[in-house]
């Protein structure tokens, strides 16, 4: 290869590694260049109470009646009660399973402290990765954590737990 054709080729790779990522996992975006006509969504049908007094009080900056909750609404069509998501204690029927569940102790900010580290790992782990092209980073981040199904479920029936069937590994 010629020596202009190098300093071309190295001059490249510089400026490309120089670049900014945004230290999103998974790349998922529309690169057509148009509106998502999937993010547009509308809000509820405006409905005439019996009386302006029963309105509640304005509350800037909080949710209005017709904006969408597509958590509650999914909650109401499984079957379940959507007041129960505004409850930041935990319900008393499910005391006795909190109660089990953390009978080995557990930590109030543990999502904060995960975010914390997670973000670390994925610091650690792209601190001399370049690339000339964005590619999806979940897979090549978490490689050293994904388990293997077969060997826990080997494991598992090896202890003379009762587990399900599973199809055949893969060769």
């Known amino acids: ?18 670049t900014t990522s945004d230290r999103t996992l998974h790349q998922m975006r529309n690169n057509r260049g ?14 005439m109470p019996q009386s302006f007094a029963e309105l509640p009080t304005p ?3 909080s949710a ?21 998501l505004a409850v930041g204690e935990v319900p008393g029927r499910d005391a006795a399973l909190v109660n089990r ?32 092209f964005k590619d999806d980073e979940y897979n090549k981040v978490y490689r050293d954590q994904i388990l293997n ?10 202890a003379g737990a009762r587990t399900p069937s599973a199809p055949p590994a893969a060769e």
């Open 101 to 132: 569940a953390s009978r080995f102790g557990r930590e109030g900010n543990i999502r904060t402290q995960l975010a914390v580290e997670d973000a670390q790992l994925r610091r650690d782990s792209s601190a001399f990765n370049w690339k000339l």
């Open 149 to 158: 199904p077969y060997a826990a479920l080997n494991a598992y029936r090896g």
């Open 34 to 47: 148009t509106p998502e006509e999937f993010a547009i969504v509308p809000n509820k049908p405006l409905q």
């Open 1 to 18: 290869m010629k020596l202009p054709h190098l300093v071309l080729m190295f001059g490249m790779t510089g400026l490309v590694a120089c």
């Open 64 to 84: 209005n009646r017709t904006d969408q909750t597509p958590v509650a609404d999914a909650v109401a069509a499984l079957g379940g009660n959507p007041a129960q």
């Open 59 to 61: 509350t800037p900056g």
